[in-house]
């Protein structure tokens, strides 16, 4: 199957500052992709190259195997955004902008949701009178999301979507993301929240400095790191601690019967990420290149295995 976003040798820049360099992805179908990165690394800019408002100076995207710069409103129907900047206007109520978004997709899709469901799925329904400029940071954030969700798309292109949401508003929102991922969508997603990555992603991209310095699953990434992990226990009243790289092989050479208070502490997806984005200032000091985990993209594991 061709992948749902590709984008090969991608260059971008504003004006005489270059963002992107030589930047290539693929996401394949189901897979729920994480891009992970410092602030100002270029994860928004790239986002707008794949959905073809920013155009690459060279390289090219894809996005369903066409041109987004081209594409129709049926290529529109079968994606759902949150994007950064978002402008609409604030005297509409919320279910006036939900219903003039919905009106536009039907003219591309019959799968399109009802406005009143959407609204309840994201724990809006109560605001549905409200104005938009009534609305709180994470109510708009949301109602955001809300809009992603109407046409029922086969992709999800997410940027930063649960930034300023309460942990439960987040919890949801991420059941309804998963829930679009059972019904077989494919989703690309920025965030800087690690245990959402943690939770949500079959696989993760990590940028630095308009490059990707990192792209594997989060125990990939995990592993990745040379810190090892370290099992503590006490044995005749005295406490040990051995630092391993392969703690399961290691348990079987301890008496389990002799032994008591045995923990095993393994890295953690933020202690790899920070190593990771260090990594870019070492090697530039260094002269060396960055630390990069990649996969070849035909073993690239679908959303529906299990996650770590
Ligand atoms: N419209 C613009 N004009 C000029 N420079 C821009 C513009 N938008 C972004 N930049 C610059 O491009 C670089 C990448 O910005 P971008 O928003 O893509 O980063 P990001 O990784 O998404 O950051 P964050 O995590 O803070 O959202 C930054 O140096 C930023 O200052």
């Known amino acids: 199957m061709p992948p749902v976003i590709s984008a090969r040798g991608v260059d971008f820049a504003y004006g005489k500052n270059p963002v992107l360099h030589d930047l290539s992805l693929t996401v394949q179908s189901g897979e729920v992709v994480c891009l992970l990165g410092p602030n100002g690394v270029g994860k928004t800019t790239l986002v707008e190259n794949l ?3 920013l155009r690459p100076h060279s390289g090219s995207v894809r996005v369903f195997g066409a041109d987004p710069r081209r594409a129709d409103a049926a290529f529109w129907a079968r994606i759902g955004l949150v994007q950064q900047n978002w402008s609409d206007h604030a005297k509409w109520r919320v279910k006036d902008q939900l219903e003039w978004i919905r009106s536009m997709q039907l003219t591309a899709s019959v799968r399109v949701a009802d406005v009143a469901e959407v609204l309840d799925a994201v724990g809006l329904a109560d605001k549905a009178d409200s104005r938009l400029s009534r609305l709180s940071g994470g109510q708009r954030r949301t109602l955001d999301f809300a809009a ?5 798309p086969e992709l999800l292109i997410l940027d930063e979507p649960t930034t300023g949401l309460d942990p439960a ?3 949801r929102l991420h059941d309804l993301i998963m829930d679009r991922v059972d019904d077989d969508a494919t989703v690309l997603m920025t965030t800087h929240d690690l245990s959402e990555a943690e939770r949500l992603a079959s696989r993760v991209i990590i940028m630095a400095a308009g490059r990707i310095i ?4 989060v125990a990939e990434l995990r592993e990745g790191l040379s810190r090892e992990a370290e ?3 006490v044995q005749d009243g005295e406490h040990h ?3 391993t790289a392969a703690p399961e092989r290691f348990l079987q050479q301890l008496d389990l019967d002799a032994i008591s208070g045995l923990t095993v502490t393994r890295p953690t ?11 870019p200032a070492e090697a530039e000091q260094n002269g060396t290149d960055h630390l990069t985990i990649r996969r070849d993209p035909a073993t690239t594991p679908t959303a529906k295995e299990p996650r770590t």
């Open 214 to 217: 990192a792209d594997g699953t």
């Open 148 to 152: 992603a969700l109407l046409g029922r």
């Open 51 to 53: 959905l073809g408002s």
């Open 241 to 243: 601690v051995h630092a």
């Open 269 to 279: 997806l933020e202690e790899a990420y920070l190593a990771l984005v260090s990594q």
């Open 169 to 171: 508003s987040k919890a």
């Open 231 to 233: 099992v503590t226990w």
